[in-house]
C-alpha cells in the first residue's frame, strides 16, 4: 500500500512540474508598428477583445518568436500565430515584450 501512494505522489508531482515547463515555454508578445499601433489583429489577441491598432493587445508565442515576429523573421512560426498578426506593417514593428 505504501508503495502505490509513493507512486501517485511522484506520478502527480511529475505532471505538475510538466504543466510548469510546457507554461514557460510560451512568452507574452505584442506587435506594435513605429507609430505604436498594435498589429494585432482585431479580436485575435490572447489578452482579451480588442480593436483594431490597440496597443495594449498580445499573443501567446513559442519563447523565442517574439523577438523574430517583430523583426519580419516569420520561420518556424505557425500559421495559428501568423493569422493573429497584421503582416503588411510588420516592417515597421518594435518589440515590445
Known amino acids: 500500500m505504501r508503495n502505490i ?3 501517485s505522489i ?3 508531482s511529475l505532471i505538475l512540474v510538466t504543466d510548469a515547463t510546457h ?3 510560451m512568452e507574452q508578445c505584442k506587435v506594435v508598428d513605429s507609430n505604436g499601433n ?3 489583429r482585431p479580436y485575435m489577441a490572447d489578452s482579451g477583445p480588442n480593436l483594431e ?3 495594449n493587445a498580445w499573443i501567446y508565442v513559442p519563447y523565442g518568436q517574439c523577438a523574430k515576429i517583430n523583426n519580419g523573421d516569420f520561420s518556424g512560426v505557425s500559421q495559428a500565430v501568423r493569422d493573429k498578426i497584421q503582416a503588411s506593417n510588420i516592417n515597421e514593428a ?3 515584450e
Do not use: R, S, W
Open 23 to 25: 507554461a514557460d515555454m
Open 10 to 12: 511522484l506520478a502527480m
Open 38 to 40: 498594435g498589429l494585432i
Open 5 to 7: 501512494k509513493l507512486a
Open 94 to 96: 518594435v518589440t515590445t
Open 53 to 55: 491598432g490597440d496597443a
